[in-house]
């Protein structure tokens, strides 16, 4: 006599063959999902390049027109070594007025002829110049630093006078002594030969105080746009600066970059051409480009 189970237990499960074929759907499924669900994460950190490189040129653009509005009009010069390209001016602090007949007697006497002024410059009949009296208050109402400052004056061409040729051939020359005298200053300098009375117009007996030289370089090998400050001035334009000289870095991504300067007359005009490049995280690079325009000129 045999006996059967009241109940029978049923087992249930999956099988490999279906085990296999749930895990090659799920794969197939996360190849075609995976791009779609990064798409808004790249385009975040596309985005987030985009912004920082158009930060980086408002920066460069911003800092260059602050700048250049204190350059002193033909100073403004540029070159090119390789890829890498330079910009120096002269920075003014103040700008006046000569007095054109004489000047005050505790610098400059009235009676010898090297201190009477014609026209845009100093008397032509003088073999240098060591002092002049202003015309009032220097604006802005600064007080010109010894043993460090410039005077500078235009003269026949306005800007085609280079101001970095050595005294006394220069349109400047250091301040050796200064005292305010009521209502103008009286300044002494090392001895120079100003230009001659120039034909053109808006530059009447202008003197500049001048502090330093400034430049911009900009490197692609490096990436970097640096400004330098501080640095002495010399006839040739510089394109290496000592570990001493003050710099600030304005932005690392520079990729390429050409300087020029055109002068016509009294105005002159930079054009700085710049590409910056962003790469981070093996993402496609970012770029973008910019032309940065911008006049010097007598104020």
């Not at 799920?26 to 158009?54: C, H, I, K, N, W």
């Not at 201190?115 to 009949?125: D, E, F, I, Q």
């Not at 400047?172 to 300098?189: E, N, P, Q, S, V």
């Not at 001048?210 to 334009?237: D, F, H, I, K, M």
Request: glycine residues 8%; hydrophobic residues 35%; positive net charge.
């Amino acid at each position: 006599m045999s006996t059967r189970p009241s109940s029978t237990l049923h087992q249930a499960g999956f099988t490999l063959m279906e085990m296999i074929i749930s895990l090659v759907v799920l794969g197939l499924l996360s190849a075609v999902m995976l791009p779609l669900l990064s798409l808004p994460a790249t385009a975040y950190f596309d985005a987030q390049r985009r912004v920082e490189l158009q930060s980086q040129m408002a920066l460069v653009r911003a800092k260059l027109t602050d700048d250049l509005q204190y350059a002193m009009p033909g100073s403004v010069r540029s070159t090119c070594v390789g890829t890498r390209c330079y910009l120096e001016y002269l920075e003014v602090k103040a700008v006046g007025r000569y007095r054109v007949n004489g000047g005050d007697a505790a610098f400059c006497p009235a009676t010898p002829a090297c201190t009477v002024k014609t026209g845009n410059a100093m008397s032509p009949a003088c073999a240098t110049e060591t002092c002049f009296t202003t015309t009032g208050q220097l604006t802005p109402a600064i007080t010109p630093t010894i043993n460090s400052d410039y005077v500078a004056v235009l003269g026949d061409g306005g800007p085609a006078v280079n101001p970095y040729l050595p005294s006394p051939a220069s349109a400047m020359t250091r301040i050796r002594a200064r005292t305010w005298l009521t209502d103008h200053w009286g300044l002494r300098f090392d001895a120079t030969r100003f230009p001659t009375p120039g034909t053109y117009a808006g530059a009447s007996n202008r003197v500049y105080i001048v502090s330093q030289p400034v430049s911009y370089e900009c490197n692609p090998a490096t990436g970097r746009l640096t400004r330098y400050w501080g640095y002495g001035v010399t006839v040739a334009q510089p394109t290496a600066f000592g570990g001493g000289v003050a710099n600030a870095r304005l932005a690392d991504t520079l990729n390429y970059c050409r300087i020029s300067v055109s002068t016509v007359g009294l105005r002159s005009t930079v054009s700085l051409r710049l590409r910056l490049t962003r790469t981070s995280g093996g993402q496609p690079s970012e770029s973008i480009e910019g032309l940065i325009q911008l006049s010097v000129r007598e104020p």
